[in-house]
């Protein structure tokens, strides 16, 4: 890496024109930056300098983990600035890399997809759908808006009004938002569905979830918000929370950014803290807490994949869903730890080009992505 890269990105940063994949690129460097050291810093960037930048980084809050990245380093896959940056700035990876992607497929990135199912059976293609108001139901209008979320508007209720259920479903390689008849909002990742009613009652409303979303919580102290997922029940007053819970992770987690909530299973409850993501640890069949860096976890909001640690095939579920891809493994794939951060804006053939700069290879047929040892 070209120490005037560095300089030119931390002056951009500085001057606020850093765009979010530059500032992306920033934060996986940083994380190298501080794993070696700090020996790969050139000596005319002041440490000052980046010590004022770093401190607006969400990435800053990783440092006190930073001495348990120095000692698996050696064995973990590092998705660093140092690769990102080589092909950001010569906009080509190596002819090594791009031997084993040789392809004719462009597989582009995910986008605002949906079908929303009215509680009379009727399905709605809210991806064909133009902008304005696409259905009314039982005192209910239903209107998508120019920035593609879906916006639920109460009418007044009419005598043979009934509260009837909708459900809005995310297809793999898909997202969408919807604002809710309280004035809620949701955020879905690729592969989810909520079923929510369209009138909420006056004590409680409950929404049902399938896969991955982000809650704004309109507070409402007379009536819980409450998210039923798995055999387990999230309940809210007013809060910001991430929910995951696709039936191929082993575990449903919970992580809450603001407010409070309480989960309940069969196997307990537990009330969270901001930070604090729960989930049910399988093996010991109870509840389990731990303080996480939330902006690894709601990246995926932000049009991120971000990596704190985690392992090689939890990343490879979020790329084949993000890009409706299959992955298979060949025999003696290694499951290797992954740091980082890439645009999800970005199409496949280039998020695995920066991956193999880090040792990992791939070889593309059709939607089957095909991971090497």
Known sequence: MHPNNIQELLKKY?????????????????????????????????????????QSLPVHRQQRRIPWLRMTAAAALLLTLGASLYYYFQKTA???AGEQLATNTTIVPGSNKAILTLGNGQKIS???????????????????????QLLYTIDEAGPGDEISFNTIETPRGGQYQVA????????????????????????????????E?????????????????NGQQVEVLGTHFNIMAYKDEQTVRTTLLEGAVKLTAPVGSILLKPGQQGYIAKE??????????????TAWKDGLFKFDSIDMRTLMRQISRWYDVEV??????????????????????????????????????????????
Not at 129 to 144: D, M, P, S
Not at 185 to 204: G, M, Y
Not at 284 to 297: E, L, P, Q
């Open 14 to 54: 500085r001057e606020g024109t850093c765009t979010d994949e530059e500032k992306a690129l920033l934060e996986s460097w940083y994380l190298t930056y501080e794993a070696n050291d700090r020996t790969e810093i050139p000596p005319h960037v002041r440490e000052e300098h980046l010590a004022k930048v770093w």
């Open 94 to 96: 190596p002819a090594k």
């Open 126 to 148: 809210l991806t064909d759908a133009g902008n304005g108001q696409i259905a009314k139901q039982a005192g209910i209008t239903i209107t998508k808006q120019a920035d593609g």
């Open 180 to 211: 809710l008849p309280d004035g809620s909002k949701v955020w879905l990742n690729a592969a989810t569905a909520l079923r929510f009613p369209t009138r909420f009652s006056a004590t409680e409303r409950t929404v049902y979830l399938d896969g």
């Open 213 to 229: 979303a982000y809650f704004e919580i309109a507070h409402n102290s007379k009536s819980p918000f409450r998210v039923s997922v």
């Open 284 to 297: 010991k069949n109870v509840y389990n807490s731990a303080y996480v860096d939330v902006t690894m976890v």
């Open 328 to 373: 298979i493994y060949e025999p003696g794939v290694k499951d290797d730890v992954v740091f980082g951060s890439i645009s999800r804006r970005s199409d496949l053939t280039r998020l695995l080009r920066i991956l193999e700069l880090g040792g990992v290879h791939f070889r593309v047929e059709g939607r089957k992505l095909i991971v090497l040892p």
